[in-house]
């Protein structure tokens, strides 16, 4: 897979056809910054609008330089496996959340979903789509007696929704006995695969349908831009996604392409690193005193841990730990930590903590979060690539204040 993160033959097939990269020899991608193509062949160009073929017209259908990054991503997501992908690149993770749903429900469906997602699209699930007369179901989706109970009474649901690892408790759900049941009613399920990136997770192994991500995370690698990718398996939901892409316009811009092909190449090589220093990280937090809980995949004490063991083929960067003393010593440790960085983001190269519930989970109901371990003292942490003396130092020095 490595060597895929690198070389592409896409770039080849899309940009070096363009007589200006093949003459200029160009090594990177290009950055197409342009919004139109000019119609050279009125009749090709015709026959585009009327979805006869494809040719580059106009930017918000497409761009080389995002094309074959996506079909980049849908290889990687399939690399060696015998199924065929397509990618889409968007704005945001959740411009691709939010196409992957919206392409596959309208008015009176039901969604599906995992307890506890990602605060914003659980906020555009529950308010947005609910607005347009799309339901959810929240459910824990471990008790599969109960799922298939769910479903029968339920015969409205058209989509079940994942995010597996979670955020922020990396609570994980069995994918492919989930897709089993799902599929028998004919319901597609999406997934948001952020956390793992298909390096250590390939969700269309396990029976997925659509995998979303916020690039944004792993994939751009170093938080210098925003941006998000959806990948599926058939060509008829490849062109419903394609198809709230191009009406909702949420495209990614070519230099955000370009930074994120950038970070992609070192995708594995990264991931490698963030596991290796989460690892030492988790199991330097679960013998502290001051530390209550470690939620880690890396831990046998994680309630996950023999399933992230059969679906993944990692632990991923990310972790979350309760501080003793709640809310208040959490404070203290952030207030202190000093070479780590206090923002809301994950997956770069520096380490990052957060207080999830004040921030990413801010929009979730306070009963539901407490029900779903994320309590006041929990923090999380997307474990970067400094060397693990540092940001052991630096969580020394922090608990050591409180
Ligand atoms: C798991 C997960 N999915 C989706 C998103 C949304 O991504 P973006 O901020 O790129 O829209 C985030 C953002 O933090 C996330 O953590």
Do not use: W
Request: charged share 20%; aromatic share 8%.
């Amino acid at each position: 897979m490595s060597t895929k993160n690198i070389h592409s033959e896409n770039y080849q097939s899309i940009c070096v056809k363009d007589p200006i990269v093949e003459s200029n020899n160009s090594h990177i991608p290009p950055i197409y910054a342009t919004s139109t193509f000019s119609y050279e062949d009125l009749e090709a160009a015709f026959a585009f609008f009327r979805g006869e073929n494809h040719i580059y017209t106009y930017s918000r259908f497409s761009n080389p330089s995002s094309a074959f990054l996506a079909q980049k991503i849908a290889e990687l997501e399939v690399c060696g496996l015998n199924i065929e992908a397509r990618g889409l690149l968007f704005s945001s993770g959740m411009a691709a959340i939010s196409a992957a749903l919206l392409s596959q429900l309208k008015e009176g469906d039901t969604i599906l979903c995992q307890s506890v997602i990602y605060g914003a699209a659980s906020d555009f699930i529950h308010t947005d789509l609910a607005s347009f007369g799309i339901q959810t179901i929240d459910h824990d989706l471990k008790d599969f007696e109960d799922v298939l109970k769910v479903i029968k009474g339920n015969p409205t649901i058209k989509v079940l929704y994942l995010e597996t690892p979670a955020n922020p408790t990396l609570s994980c759900v069995d994918i492919e006995a989930l897709s089993k049941i799902a599929h028998e009613y004919e319901i597609k399920v999406i997934i948001d695969n952020t956390f793992a990136t298909s390096y250590i997770q390939q969700p269309f192994k396990l029976g997925a349908d659509i995998v979303v991500y916020s690039s944004t995370k792993f994939m751009n690698g170093h938080g210098t831009g925003i941006s998000g990718a959806a990948v599926t398996k058939s060509i008829d939901d490849h062109k419903k996604v394609f198809r709230i892409l191009k009406n909702f316009g949420g495209v990614c811009s070519p230099f955000e392409s370009f930074l994120l092909n950038n970070g992609i190449k070192t995708l594995p090589l990264r991931i490698n690193q963030h596991q290796h220093n989460a690892q030492m990280l988790a199991d330097y937090l679960f013998h502290h005193e001051k530390i209550n809980k470690v939620n880690f995949l890396g831990l046998l004490s994680h309630p996950d841990y023999e399933l992230a063991q059969r679906q993944m083929y990692g632990t991923t960067g990310m972790m979350s730990f309760e501080i003793k003393g709640g809310l208040k010593a959490g404070m203290i440790f952030q207030e202190n930590i000093q070479f780590c960085t206090r923002t809301a983001s994950l997956g770069t190269a520096d380490t990052l903590i957060t207080h999830s519930a004040s921030t990413s989970h801010a929009v979730i109901p306070e009963e539901i979060r407490l029900k779903n371990g994320i309590t006041p003292g929990l923090i999380r942490c997307s474990v970067g690539l400094e060397h693990i003396d540092d940001i052991l130092k630096d969580f020394e020095q922090a608990l050591d204040k409180i």
